[in-house]
């Protein structure tokens, strides 16, 4: 039998050949891309190049099955690739494309005007080619083309983009669950991750639990100690009292053992409970004005002697200029300089302590820091220490049965520092000595008077009259030289009120003239307030020539400039003490009568 003879129309032929070439081409691109979105957009981008598409959209079915998302498209709308702004997303069954994914069929749609599934989101497009990507039998996404004309899409386009998607499916799927790989294996490592900082954060908690736990049992057998030592003591020397043939000498030593030793207890008592109401979150600062150079001088008077009796030097030194009146709570801040210096004076038998004073703006430039160092020459902390020794209960083993102290003295210390918006910094070297620095916030910058370290007067050899409880000015002549007319009412009004009598100049140079006049009558005024800012003369200069002319009367500073160049500068220039603007109405008097009453102090003292 013979073969019928094939014959081939030649465009059959020709489509054919186009047919094949498509196919090749696009199996070619496909080679060399792993990742999904490089398969996605060559996808869209062939579609375009070798069949004469105007777009390309390829969706594929989110995880949950129920929705297409829009992963790649080519087309005017996204000219530029891997660039979608906001991706599509259409449930399965709604519009050609959703029916598509539920059916699994391709629709070729000559008029999309007249199919009522069609989403119109372009009025332009006419018709619509969208074919299913389909892997082992199920439909993973859909291929979707529009296109102005009517009647666009051939058999030949439907054939073409059908062998297309196939070809690509299972690359996609390959793609996709090397992706689903990828985020499990992300997932496993973040889940290891945040399971290996668990594991060490419940390590860290563990330590630090059996640390605590550790110093609670130390601290309850030395509290026990510390209580039976001068329990003994009191009960012994209590029964000794009771004993009628002894000596008044002797009874007299024995009630002074009771005492003291009441007093230990009484105080490691108050620590327990401050300590307890810390933790508790009770203690709450009581913030007042308080006189800092009285409260030092006390602190001082009450460890000078604990220093000398030791044989140490006990050296007190105040840097640059102070506040006068700060605003804090002043019994923590007792507290807290008696412990530091207390405890510098008990690790210490040779040599002695320093304690150093100065006042800093804070980070900000707007609130003063008052700062208390205390340098000794003793013990020494080491390094592994440091860390703890802010920490309850901690005492350093070499130390703990010398002192008599319960561990808490710097814990409470430093919980009362942050409460009065500072810390406590601590530099040590074991066998040379400590450095503590205790820093506390005071109060607004502007508003806290500054003195001249003289001012303070650090001895308690006169009997003191509190300043801040003198609130009259009567007797008292003040010169006050300003050139705001405003100001000099504002402030003879305040003067006046509180009983001074008032002088003015309106500048530096009228102020020296009529001070230096009323010096050679033997009527210099008790105080000079004085602006710095001045025409003609200002206040620096006219303060230089005063204090050259030997004018001792103290002056007071009054800028509206409030950072602390500002005061130095004044405190250079002679002044006593710096005031910044605006004065406080309601502190001003009890300011200046605080400023009369030191200066007292000091010229009685020198
Ligand atoms: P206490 O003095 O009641 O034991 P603290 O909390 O005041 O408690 O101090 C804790 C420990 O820190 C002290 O026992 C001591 O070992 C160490 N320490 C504190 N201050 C100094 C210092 N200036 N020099 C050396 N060691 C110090």
């Not at 000559?110 to 074919?131: C, G, K």
């Not at 689903?180 to 954060?201: D, F, H, N, P």
């Not at 703006?361 to 860390?387: C, M, P, S, Y």
């Not at 808490?408 to 530099?427: C, D, H, K, P, Y």
Request: hydrophobic content about 40%.
């Amino acid at each position: 039998m013979t073969k019928p003879k094939q014959t081939f129309d030649l465009d059959t032929l020709r489509r054919k050949a186009r047919y094949l070439e498509v196919i090749h081409e696009f199996a070619l691109s496909q080679v060399d891309l792993n990742s999904l979105d490089e398969i996605l957009w060559n996808v869209a981008k062939t579609a375009i190049a070798q069949l004469g598409f105007l777009d390309c959209v390829i969706y594929l079915l989110d995880e949950t099955g129920a929705n297409l998302i829009q992963k790649a498209a080519h087309g005017p709308k996204n000219p530029i690739a891997h660039d979608i702004f906001k991706p599509i997303m259409v449930p399965v069954g709604e519009g050609i494309v959703g029916s598509v994914a539920a059916t699994g069929n391709v629709e070729r749609i000559a008029n999309t005007q007249l199919d009522p599934r069609y989403i119109t989101d372009d009025a332009n497009r006419l018709s619509e080619l969208a074919v299913p990507i389909i892997h082992q039998g199920k439909v993973i996404g859909v291929l979707d083309s529009e296109h102005p004309e009517l009647d666009f899409f051939s058999e030949d386009h439907v054939q073409l983009l059908s062998t297309i998607a196939s070809l690509a499916s299972t690359r996609i799927e390959t793609a996709l669950a090397m992706q689903r790989l990828q985020s499990t294996v992300q997932q496993l490592q973040r889940t290891e991750r945040s399971l290996e900082k668990k594991a060490e954060e419940l390590r860290e908690a563990k330590i630090r639990a059996d640390h605590a736990s550790r110093q609670k049992s130390s601290f309850l057998a030395n509290m026990s100690h510390e209580i039976r030592t001068p329990m003994t003591a009191i009960v012994g020397y209590g029964d000794l009292l009771t004993r009628p043939d002894k000596s008044s000498e002797e009874r007299f030593e024995w009630a002074e053992q009771v005492r003291r030793n009441s007093d230990h207890l009484l105080g490691m008592m108050n620590d327990l409970l401050d300590l307890a109401k810390i933790e508790s979150g009770e203690f709450k600062p009581d913030i007042r004005n308080c006189e800092l150079n009285d409260l030092v001088t006390d602190v001082c008077a009450l460890m000078r002697p604990r220093a000398e009796a030791k044989e140490l030097y006990f050296n007190v030194e105040v840097i640059g200029p102070m506040p006068l009146i700060i605003e804090t709570d002043s019994l923590r801040l007792r507290q807290t300089m008696v412990n530091l210096i207390s405890n510098a004076v008990k690790f210490t038998d040779k040599g002695g302590v320093d304690v150093r004073l100065r006042s800093a703006a804070n980070t900000d430039n707007r609130q003063l820091e008052f700062i208390v160092e205390v340098e000794d020459t003793g013990i020494g902390i080491h390094d592994e220490t440091l860390k703890q020794i802010f920490e309850p209960f901690t005492q350093v083993k070499e130390t703990a049965h010398k002192s008599f102290g319960t561990g808490l003295g710097l814990t409470i210390s430093q919980n009362f520092a942050r409460m009065l918006g500072g810390v406590i910094e601590l530099q040590s070297e074991p066998g040379k000595g400590s450095l503590f620095t205790l820093r506390i916030d005071c109060g607004p910058l502007d508003s806290t008077i500054c003195v001249a370290p003289k001012f303070f007067n650090l001895t308690r050899d006169k009997p003191r009259v509190r300043a801040l409880s003198v609130r009259r000015l009567d007797d008292v002549v003040v010169h006050v030289v300003e050139d705001s007319v405003a100001i000099k009412l504002l402030l003879q009004h305040l003067l006046e009120e509180a009983g001074a009598e008032v002088r003015h100049s309106a500048n530096g140079k009228e102020a020296v003239d009529s001070i230096l006049a009323f010096g050679k009558q033997s009527q210099l005024p008790n105080l000079i307030l004085m602006d710095m800012l001045m025409p003609i003369m200002d206040g620096y200069t006219a303060v230089t020539k005063l204090r050259q002319a030997g004018i001792r009367t103290p002056i007071i500073a009054m800028t509206a400039f409030a950072f602390l160049d500002d005061r130095d500068k004044c405190l250079k220039a002679g002044c006593d003490v710096y005031m910044s603007k605006p004065i406080d109405p309601a502190k001003f008097i009890d300011q200046l009568a605080a400023c009369l009453h030191y200066e007292e102090q000091v010229r009685i003292g020198s």
